[in-house]
């Protein structure tokens, strides 16, 4: 099945400790995106990304890297440098104007 | 940069009974997309309605329909004959245009309770 694919779905780490985020599509899209949602809140543009090798910084990029060196796949990388690492994270593409979402990470620094 | 707001943190509504969310939102540009987005408890994202700017007529999909004024920038969403299954955040968003970067920005939410 078509679709976006996000791992892992839950995820702890020690403080200071860098973890990576794992976005996989096979829908074909060229645009993808990062979000991180607090509890309670709205989703915050992380990155985003058009075409392969190709990325712009989204409003809440501090502290965070991603690479795009395959049309497939968006990895974000969430840095020591990232003050308040622990949310819920959410990646999805977009095509025909329609956004498609992954299911989720949910990223607990202890 | 593109803002998006949605003034009402919590709206409450009788099974049946219909009710309307509001978005407000800031661009520079001509041509946009909107969207309404849903997630339930399960946090999966669920697209509810779009409406590219160009399209004088509003966008409506069953029970879910927009009102959307362009040159006040104001999007919102009405849910009519509400059922138990709508309760769930609802956020607006606001997408440039290709040319202009697709960049997707979301509201802060509302949250739907539905009373049976």
């Known amino acids: 099945d078509g679709g976006i694919t996000q791992s892992p779905k839950y995820l702890f780490r020690k403080e200071g400790q860098n973890v990576t985020l794992s976005c996989e599509q096979n829908l074909n899209h060229d645009a993808m995106y990062w979000y991180r949602q607090d509890p309670g809140q709205g989703l915050r543009l992380i990155y985003y990304s058009q075409i392969v090798n190709d990325f712009q910084k989204g409003d809440i990029a501090e502290g965070y890297s991603v690479s795009r060196e395959k049309k497939e796949s968006f990895p974000l990388t969430v840095t020591s440098a990232q003050k308040n690492p622990t949310a819920f994270y959410l990646c999805?593409?977009?095509?025909?104007?329609?956004?498609?979402f992954g299911e989720g990470s949910r990223l607990t620094v202890l | 940069a593109q803002t998006v707001t949605q003034s009402q943190p919590e709206m409450s509504v009788q099974e049946a009974e219909t009710v309307t969310l509001s978005c407000t939102y800031d661009?520079?540009?001509?041509?946009?997309?909107l969207f309404w987005y849903k997630q339930p408890p399960s946090r999966q994202m669920i697209l509810v309605i779009r409406q590219e700017a160009y399209k004088q007529q509003n966008a409506t999909e069953n029970r879910f329909s927009v009102n959307f004024q362009k040159a006040a920038k104001s999007f919102s969403l009405k849910i009519s004959d509400s059922q138990l299954g709508d309760a769930a955040m609802y956020f607006c968003a606001y997408r440039d245009p290709p040319a202009a970067g697709n960049k997707l920005t979301f509201g802060g939410g509302t949250r739907v309770l539905v009373k049976p």
């Open positions: 661009t520079s540009e001509s041509d946009y997309y």
């Open positions: 999805a593409s977009l095509a025909s104007g329609e956004l498609f």
